[in-house]
């Protein structure tokens, strides 16, 4: 498989906001879920942020309070136990 255009980590952590907010261009959104299905890491990213929005209800980026850091933190220990 070669992909002609494929993103690096660090591009889909620059997008992934736009990606949550469903304001990527198409062609952007076609190579970040690409790059999510094969990238382990940034699955992991993607659902933390998902977790994060869940949790706070905004897009991290400013504060986090520390109670709603503490519940990231217990659902986040969730993932190594499956
Ligand atoms: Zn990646």
């Known amino acids: 498989m070669s992909a ?3 993103l690096s980590c660090q591009e889909l952590v620059e997008l992934v906001t736009d990606y949550l907010e469903h304001a990527l261009e ?3 959104l076609r190579r970040s879920e ?3 299905a094969a990238c382990g890491k940034c699955t992991v990213y993607l659902r933390q942020m998902r977790q994060t929005i869940m949790v706070t209800g905004a897009l991290p980026g400013g504060e986090i309070s ?3 850091e503490q519940q990231l933190l217990q659902v986040f220990s969730g993932w190594s136990s499956t």
């Open 34 to 36: 690409e790059h999510i």
């Open 4 to 6: 002609v255009e494929e």
């Open 26 to 28: 198409p062609g952007d």
């Open 66 to 68: 520390a109670e709603a």
